[in-house]
């Protein structure tokens, strides 16, 4: 299995930078995700990362680092919507598991 | 992007009675579905995985005669929670992938609020 590891709260002012870091072990990597969970609802797609580099979509890009077991969501321009759970997932062959989620709380 | 529904969205249950959960995959055809549930402040946890017309694979821990899972169709699979209790209370979220396109990428549905009474 995993161990996935990622801070457990963060908190940032609208329009700042937050980066989110995010660290594995698994035997057969297959692919790491974010998703942005807001309380009570279910878990949206944000990134995907299966090559080592950086990955930009909008204001949100992703980093990984296969050889470190590393990767990190980087969030700009902070908005007060932004405020949500924010889930580092690994998939190992066909399975997909979760890390406990960083909550992020944008303060105006 | 892809739309997977679920019903109901909330069920409340009295103790020692089964509920039904459905999960749909609405404009894709889901060749692999998957069950999790999350406890309050705590991540999702994969309960199974199920492939259309064949037997589940469940996670360590999760009992297979409690937590019954059907994927009849490649748009429907159902968890069936059989004799709750107030501890099965949960958050439960399925997700579809299909098997082509943007195949790496599972969708979530809007997950299923269980109470047991």
């Known amino acids: 299995g995993q161990n996935i590891d990622q801070p457990t709260e963060m908190t940032a002012t609208e329009g700042a930078i937050v980066q989110i870091n995010c660290t594995y072990q698994t035997s057969g990597f297959n692919g790491l995700f974010w998703y942005q969970q807001h309380a009570g609802e279910a878990p949206t797609f944000l990134s995907y990362?299966?090559?080592?580099g950086l990955e930009e979509k909008g204001r949100f890009s992703s980093f990984l680092s296969r050889s470190k077991g590393y990767s990190y969501l980087l969030l700009k321009e902070l908005q007060m919507k932004d405020s949500a759970s924010y889930l580092c997932?690994?998939?190992?062959?066909?399975?997909?598991?979760f890390g406990a989620g960083t909550t992020v709380t944008v303060r105006a | 992007g892809a739309v997977v529904s679920q019903h109901p969205s909330r069920v409340i249950c009295k103790s020692g009675t089964s509920v039904k959960i459905e999960c749909r995959s609405l404009d894709f055809q889901a060749t692999t579905m998957f069950w999790y549930r999350q406890f309050p402040k705590q991540s999702l946890m994969l309960m199974a995985t199920?492939?259309?017309?064949?037997?589940?694979?469940?996670e360590q821990g999760v009992e297979k005669d409690k937590f019954l899972i059907n994927h009849a169709s490649l748009t429907l699979s159902t968890l069936t929670v059989t004799s709750a209790h107030p501890e099965d209370s949960s958050f439960y979220i399925c997700?579809?992938?299909?098997?082509?396109?943007?195949?790496?990428?599972?969708?979530f549905g809007p997950g299923t609020r269980l109470t047991v009474t």
């Open positions: 199920s492939n259309e017309g064949s037997k589940a694979t469940y």
């Open positions: 997700s579809a992938r299909g098997g082509g396109g943007t195949s790496y990428e599972q969708y």
């Open positions: 990362n299966v090559l080592d």
């Open positions: 997932a690994v998939r190992e062959r066909r399975k997909l598991s």
